[in-house]
């Protein structure tokens, strides 16, 4: 059964910080892997989509890779902001399947 | 364009009643799914549909039913609510089941008493 680990579980920055995220599955076979952003309340928002043929994606401040031979992603978030405070989730699918979800990465930003 | 839509928004249920959560998507997506999502367990998946006319269990299936009512719509069915139930229930959707971004609602919150 695939297993996703996101560390660290919770991390407080002073905002204008560069940070990373990680996240890792017991099964390294990952064909795509998304990462979201989740807004305490509210639903899911897709962040970046790696598709099985690329190994990362950017949009802005984000970048996201992933390393498909050890089963690891990192998010990466250049110059922190009080506004990306939020809970940062991984998931990933082995192809033809739902994807599997970590538990997230609490972040705060400190202004 | 509303995306994935959810109803209700919030819900108070006895024990033994029985509820439908709905939900829709505008996007022309093949594959939808429902998640409840509870402190310290994470997301964890109930059903989906990978395609209309098709429903799969997920890894928590037990005390729900849902149906594929059209490509739009995918609802999920307590028949007899127990306090165990009580969650943010998320619904989701993406193109296929490989490689496409996916999108949820807003979430249900649903306590059971």
């Known amino acids: 059964k695939q297993e996703v680990t996101q560390i660290p579980a919770a991390l407080s920055v002073p905002e204008g910080e560069n940070l990373v995220l990680n996240c890792s599955f017991t099964d390294s076979a990952i064909y795509n892997l998304q990462w979201f952003r989740q807004d305490p309340g509210k639903g899911l928002t897709s962040l970046l989509l790696i598709q099985s043929s690329q190994r990362e994606q950017t949009s802005g401040r984000l970048n996201a890779s992933l390393d498909k031979s050890s089963g690891r992603s990192t998010l990466y978030i250049a110059a922190s902001q009080p506004g990306d405070s939020a809970t940062y989730l991984c998931?990933?699918?082995?192809?033809?399947?739902?994807?599997?979800f970590g538990k997230g990465t609490r972040l705060s930003v400190i202004a | 364009n509303a995306g994935v839509t959810q109803t209700p928004k919030f819900q108070v249920l006895k024990t033994g009643q029985s509820m439908t959560l709905q939900c829709a998507q505008d996007m022309n997506h093949n594959s939808m799914y429902w998640y409840r999502q509870d402190p310290g367990m994470g997301l964890r998946l109930i059903y989906y549909s990978a395609s209309e006319g098709t429903t799969d269990k997920g890894e928590v299936p037990n005390g729900y039913n849902v149906s594929r009512l059209n490509k739009r719509e995918f609802s999920l069915r307590l028949e007899s609510a127990a306090p165990s139930q009580t969650s943010v229930y998320f619904c989701?959707?993406?193109?296929?089941?490989?490689?496409?971004?996916?999108?949820f609602g807003p979430g249900t919150r649903l306590t059971v008493t």
């Open positions: 989701a959707s993406r193109a296929g089941q490989a490689g496409y971004e996916q999108y």
């Open positions: 998931a990933g699918d082995s192809g033809n399947t739902p994807l599997v």
